[in-house]
Each structure stands twice: as C-alpha cells, then as structure tokens.
C-alpha cells in the first residue's frame, strides 16, 4: 500500500542519525507500493514522491534544523486527501502533536532516549 514517512530534521537530530535513516529508508522504499516521504522540523520542509526517493536519499540533503511540530506534518496529509496504509515518523518524539489521532496507522521509530507518543506504536531503536 501507499505509506508516508516523515523524518524529524529538527536540531536536536544528528547528522549521523540522518544518515542512518537514510540507508533504512531506501531499504523501505523498495518493500513498499508507493512511499512519500516528508522531510519536515515544525514545517513541512521537502516533500519527496515515490519517483525521486531514491535520488533524494542519495544526495541526503536533508532540510530542517528548527523545532519539532508534527501539526503540519499531518494537516498536510490531511490537505492532501492522502489517507496511507501507514504512517511512519522517525523522531525522538519531542514534539507537538494533533490532539486528534489520524485515521490511518501511526508508527513512531525513536531513538532509546524519546518524548511520549500520544498515540500510535512507537519501535525502539
């Protein structure tokens, strides 16, 4: 199915961490349908289609820097009328979140030490 990924680019994500993800994210990209992946801090910086994943992740450029605010992320989902199989946000959850939980599946990859999801499933990494 159709998944959505987003990517914490905000300042407290290490360049390491980004490069990491970079690699898993390429792996994901080719078990899955379709991917969009949206590069976001407190706003939706880059949005990446299917067609350009596999170059956007060679080039690893990868905005952001600010705080971290899932609002957009979701409203631009929203706005969109995507409706994905899955959600997946790679953050360390110090974040704002929509008070409503989307609709669609929502899975939280984080490093060891997090901020609390309030909804969804979060995996460790």
């Known amino acids: 199915g159709h998944v959505v ?6 300042g407290s994500i290490s360049d390491e961490l980004l490069g990491d ?3 898993e994210l390429q792996a994901l990209s080719q078990e899955v ?3 969009t992946l949206l590069i976001a801090d407190a706003r939706v910086q880059q949005a990446v289609d299917d067609a ?15 705080g971290t605010d899932h609002r957009p992320v979701f409203r631009w989902i929203d706005e969109r009328n995507l ?3 899955l959600f997946v946000g790679i953050t360390d959850l110090f974040s704002h979140f929509p008070v409503r ?3 669609f ?6 490093p060891k ?6 909804w969804g499933h979060v995996v460790e990494l």
């Not at 990924?5 to 905000?10: E, F, K, P, R």
């Not at 599946?105 to 984080?110: C, D, F, R």
Request: negative net charge; glycine residues 12%.
């Open 5 to 10: 990924v987003a990517v914490d680019t905000s």
């Open 21 to 23: 993800i970079a690699a």
């Open 33 to 35: 349908e379709e991917m």
């Open 52 to 66: 350009e994943i596999a170059a956007f992740l060679r080039a690893a450029r990868f905005r952001g820097g600010g």
């Open 83 to 85: 409706g994905p199989d």
């Open 101 to 103: 939980r989307p609709h």
């Open 105 to 110: 599946p929502v899975m939280w990859i984080a």
């Open 113 to 118: 030490r997090h901020g609390e999801a309030p």
